[in-house]
Structure formats: structure tokens, C-alpha cells
């Protein structure tokens, strides 16, 4: 029989930071949410320092995990499907658990206002499956997720010109070293976030702010496995890690004639 877990919680009675740590037991609990994961999208909540978190929910053991350290933690917590293109998977669509949490229940209504699945917009686009998903959708979750609108309209401005936002970054780095410009890891404050450039300041405002909430409110060794989180994204930025892996995908969907996955 196919279990079901919850898709929708309402924010409750926000734990307190360090209570919050304690509960997550980091150190010796069996996570299936892995550590900086719980730190990036829980704890900075707890903290205040973010409103609404997002990230990818693989399989039923982590959803079950996100929605129970959820509740214990009194955030909301919400599932929205979404389908599309997976540039890293073998097969046409794929179907994702996006979990967003959030630490104020008004956040619940842009969430529902999200659409489920590909927006009609994206059809016209579905060639460039770099894009994933199209640049009305992508600037709705950045409000929701409260990115600052410099760095949202550079993404949406590559979206729209079919540049590789993951490329342009990487080349962006590569050329502010060359030139010996400054690379603030701040400015690559949460996983998969692509600031409009390597020394963005208002991206490494919060970077810095997170950090320093961590340390003032929970402790050194979360905040360091944060600051672990912002260095770690950096790094696989200049190797080119993101975009390269989108690349051959590209490669072998363009050998694909016609497909379609509607
Ligand atoms: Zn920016």
C-alpha cells in the first residue's frame, strides 16, 4: 500500500534557535536530510534570518524527515510538485518534490500561487533545457525566497538571451581571478544560487548576516558548517561542476529530434 506523507504544514510556534539545534540532534541522529541541508533551510529560519527555503525532496524517507523536523521546529512546510526536464537524469521529464519551508504563514499564499508544473511559457522554451523552468516561474520563486532583484534580473536576462546562467557565473569567476578582482564566498550564500556577480554585495550582505546569526544565536560549529556551505558552492562554481553536467546533457538531448514530453 503506497504511504502518504504530509504535503502542507502551517507554521506553529517557531522553536528557539538553540532549542531548535538541540532537537535536530546534528551530531549522532541518522539524517536523511543531510546536515548542511537542515542548517540552509531549518535552522536559518529558526534563526530569523530567512523567511522561506527551498530544496529537492529525493524519496519518501526524506520528505517523511522534512515534514516531521518541520513540525517539531514549528515552520511551515509545503510540497509542490513540479515536472520537468532533469538534464541529469536519463528519460524526458521527471517529476520533482520542491519543499519549501517557511517561518510566516503569508508565504503559504505565494506558494499555493506557484504553478504546479511547467508553465505554459515554458513550452516555447523546452529546447533550452538549461532553463528548466521559465523565467516568470524562476522570478516568482526568487520573491519568494527573497533573492535580491539584481541577481534576479542577470538570471532572467540570461534566460532569456539562452545563456547558461551556471556558464556565465563560472566564466564570470574565472575572469574576476585573471584579473585579480575580488571572489566573495559570501555571495554564494545558499546552494544553486547565482549571484549576478562573483563580488555581489547585497548577496553577500546575507551571506554575511547568516553567518553571523548562526554564531550569535546557535553556535561556532553550525555556523561553520554554514560558511562550509557558501565555500563548498564557490568551489564547485569554478570547476565548473553545475554547468558542465548541463552541457553534455544538452549534447545528448540535441541528438534528440521532436521529442516531447507534454
Ligand atoms: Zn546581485
Request: aromatic content about 10%; charged content about 30%; glycine content about 4%.
Amino acid at each position: 500500500m503506497k504511504t502518504t506523507y504530509p504535503t502542507e504544514i502551517s507554521v506553529g510556534k517557531i522553536l528557539d534557535p538553540k532549542k531548535a539545534v538541540k532537537s535536530l540532534n546534528l551530531s549522532s541522529r541518522d539524517h536523511y536530510i543531510s546536515k548542511p541541508i537542515l542548517i540552509e533551510n531549518f535552522l536559518l529560519l529558526t534563526t530569523q534570518s530567512r523567511t522561506a527555503a527551498l530544496f529537492y525532496i529525493d524519496n519518501e524517507k526524506q520528505h517523511k524527515e522534512a515534514a516531521k523536523t518541520a513540525k517539531d521546529l514549528g515552520l511551515g512546510f509545503k510540497i509542490k510538485t513540479a515536472t520537468r526536464l532533469h538534464p541529469f537524469i536519463d528519460g524526458f521529464a521527471v517529476k520533482l518534490d520542491r519543499a519549501f519551508t517557511f517561518s510566516d504563514d503569508k508565504k503559504i499564499d505565494e506558494i499555493e500561487n506557484l504553478h504546479p508544473t511547467l508553465d505554459p511559457e515554458y513550452i516555447n522554451l523546452r529546447l533550452d533545457v538549461l532553463s528548466q523552468f521559465s523565467p516568470i516561474f524562476h522570478k516568482k520563486v526568487s520573491s519568494i525566497l527573497e533573492y535580491d532583484s539584481c541577481c534576479v534580473s542577470t538570471f532572467t536576462r540570461d534566460m532569456y538571451s539562452m545563456v547558461n546562467p551556471d556558464e556565465r557565473i563560472f566564466r564570470q569567476v574565472a575572469l574576476y581571478r585573471e584579473k585579480n578582482r575580488e571572489v566573495n564566498p559570501d555571495s554564494f550564500y545558499v546552494r544553486e544560487f547565482i549571484p549576478c556577480k562573483p563580488n555581489c554585495e547585497n548577496a553577500a550582505a546575507k551571506g554575511r548576516k547568516f553567518e553571523n546569526d548562526l554564531r550569535n544565536q546557535i553556535d561556532d560549529a553550525v555556523a561553520d558548517v554554514y560558511r562550509g556551505i557558501k565555500l563548498d558552492h564557490l568551489k564547485d562554481v569554478e570547476l565548473g561542476k553545475i554547468f558542465k553536467k548541463c552541457d553534455s546533457a544538452t549534447r545528448r538531448y540535441g541528438m534528440i529530434s521532436g521529442f516531447d514530453v507534454f
